[in-house]
């Protein structure tokens, strides 16, 4: 019997810029902190593979700006990490911050998979953004990655934003594709009311994204993704065959992992926890010998079930449906947002999948089918997603 895969997800918070959208645990003044922190996470590791945790399938450096380690920064992380043979080691890399150098001593150390944030190729729509990259360097980085070796190569961009016309996106896409990535993210423009995005948006000197928008470009990023040969495996994701994002697709499967580093999250049958916020938290609770865990919640079986229904409708996969909700099922195809892809004998119930309508009401479909009893619970309705939101965001880790 194979073992269940197992990931490690490391985050790194150190960043050159801050971009106006993001809310991640991201610091622009911390550098100086990057060999003490290294430090903490390679003893975080060591202490917690010494309990007996079994040997990663997958791993995950994200951030913040992974690409500001250096090779032998990333080699000792990757070293302290007890790894099956194949397993998918990744990194998220700005464009601007990694070089032909840099990228052979990623691959030297370890890592087999890159992950570019593009987000745009239009200099209007990255200044839009707040990104600092040139459009130029993401070709250059793309070729020092194959040139180094890698084995698969990711793409992401980001969709929707103030100013962006219909051809500023079809030229990104077009502009990716060009690229030949084995996978490429697209995420719709989510925005948090504490970013300065959020703050502008607020004010009322940046317009919001526009629903409509977001789902006629989409649609457009489909339609072209498919053709190249990219199909969607996750509502925002598309792959080559047997490209999926295997620490994704641990994270949709409600998989186990390890968090390492400050805000991560981690999780072991039914139990969440995060790690302190800052780097220095982190830094110092390591060096005492405490555990950096800030908190904890456990899921209830009811909990699990929900969560693990609304992540696998996400899958072009599918999901199965439990009797209660047949009849709301059968509503939702014949008005084109589901379809039906067989039956599932575990829960005497039908398998569906989304459409691409579907795809982008994703969030109110969940909801209804849960509301409905999807997964054999009729009526209970906490926690459940909000309808009628697209269902577009990126996955947080």
Request: charged fraction near 20%; charge should be negative.
């Amino acid at each position: 019997m194979q073992p269940s895969p197992f990931g490690v997800y490391v985050h790194v918070p150190f960043c050159v810029h801050r971009c106006d959208y993001c809310d991640f645990a991201t610091w622009t003044d911390r550098d100086h902190l990057i060999d003490a922190y290294v430090d903490a996470c390679v003893t975080d590791l060591e202490r917690q593979f010494a309990t007996g945790l079994e040997a990663a399938s997958t791993v995950f450096f994200g951030g913040g700006t992974p690409s500001l380690l250096e090779p032998s920064a990333l080699a000792r992380i990757i070293g302290a990490i007890s790894t099956v043979a194949d397993a998918e080691i990744t990194i998220e890399c700005n464009p601007d911050s990694v070089d032909p150098g840099k990228l052979d001593g990623y691959r030297a150390a370890g890592a087999n998979r890159v992950s570019l944030g593009v987000q745009s190729l239009v200099p209007s729509v990255l200044a839009g953004l707040g990104r600092t990259h040139d459009p130029d360097n993401v070709v250059k980085a793309v070729d020092g990655a194959r040139t180094a070796g890698f084995e698969r190569l990711n793409v992401d961009v980001i969709f929707g934003s103030a100013g962006e016309t219909l051809a500023d996106w079809r030229a990104t896409v077009d502009g990716v594709i060009g690229l030949e990535p084995d996978h490429i993210s697209a995420y719709a423009l989510t925005v948090v009311p504490s970013t300065p995005l959020g703050r502008h948006i607020a004010a009322g000197t940046t317009p919001p994204p526009d629903d409509d928008d977001q789902a006629s470009k989409y649609e457009l990023a489909d339609a072209a993704f498919t053709a190249a040969g990219l199909e969607w495996y996750e509502i925002s994701n598309w792959a080559r065959l047997g490209e999926a994002c295997r620490h994704n697709l641990l994270y949709w499967d409600q998989g186990d992992y390890l968090a390492i580093g400050c805000a991560a999250h981690g999780h072991r049958a039914g139990e969440r926890w995060w790690n302190v916020r800052t780097p220095e938290q982190y830094i110092g609770a390591v060096a005492a010998g405490h555990s950096p865990r800030a908190g904890t919640e456990h899921l209830d079986a009811a909990t699990r079930a929900e969560e693990a229904f609304g992540l696998r409708l996400r899958m072009s996969s599918g999901v199965a449906v439990a009797p209660p909700a047949h009849e709301t099922a059968a509503e939702l195809a014949e008005g084109g947002i589901l379809e039906l892809v067989g039956t599932d004998d575990a829960v005497g119930g039908v398998r569906v999948r989304l459409t691409l309508t579907g795809r982008l009401l994703g969030d109110d479909v969940t909801a209804r089918l849960l509301l409905a009893g999807a997964v054999g619970r009729a009526g209970r309705g906490d926690g459940l997603p909000t309808p009628g939101r697209l269902a577009l965001g990126r996955l947080e880790c």
